[in-house]
């Protein structure tokens, strides 16, 4: 239950820097990452539903994708900046830090109808209809810190920090381009060159 959520929830923040208010419910009329806004894709990149029967020929296949949509941030409260710039993850489920991968076995273990799927919470807890408030998130991963580390060493924080920072000391993009911080910005949604 809350062990595979938070698993997954932290594949997703190292992935891309997800702040811990992009996927929680700060307060009752508040924004919250839905299970809309991930989508399946084939290797042909046609968007298929997300059934159990096409979750599974993801997880047994290759080069199927894992489209998702950021959330409603501090930084960009209307979703207008970043809200149209996709996130492609590619699946590999011999990977155990693979995020799509991750989430297609969250997706089958806790399905949701797809006219639910607008409304749904994208990480809650047993996979269930009511969003996480952000002490809830921060609860689980202080516990599992201390449950598996025996101390609590990061914060939700840590998943910004480190997507940017593998991101900083790739080679492979330092061959690809120029321009790393702007890729960082992209990629981590900073609003602007100074944050990175």
């Not at 399905?111 to 807890?125: D, H, T």
Request: proline share 5%.
């Amino acid at each position: 239950g809350d062990a595979a959520m938070l698993q997954v929830a932290w594949l997703h923040a190292l992935s891309t820097g997800t702040r811990k208010d992009e996927v929680t419910r700060p307060a009752p009329s508040d924004t919250f990452m839905r299970r809309s806004q991930f989508s399946l894709f084939t290797p042909a990149l046609q968007e298929v539903p997300m059934t159990p029967a096409n979750i599974q020929a993801a997880l047994a296949g290759c080069n199927w994708l894992v489209r998702g949509q950021s959330s409603e941030s501090k930084c960009d409260r209307d979703n207008v900046t970043w809200g149209a710039r996709y996130q492609w993850f590619r699946v590999d489920a011999a990977d155990l830090l693979n995020f799509a991968a991750a989430w297609l076995a969250w997706e089958l273990r806790h399905p949701v109808a797809s006219a639910s799927r607008q409304q749904w919470p994208a990480f809650s807890r047993n996979g269930g209809c009511a969003p996480l408030a952000p002490q809830e998130l921060a609860g689980l991963l202080h516990d599992a810190q201390v449950a598996v580390l025996g101390v609590a060493a990061f914060t939700w924080h840590a998943g910004r920090v480190t997507c940017a920072t593998s991101l900083f000391g790739s080679k492979e993009l330092k061959a690809r381009t120029s321009d790393v911080d702007g890729v960082i910005q992209l990629m981590v949604r900073w609003k602007s060159a100074a944050s990175v």
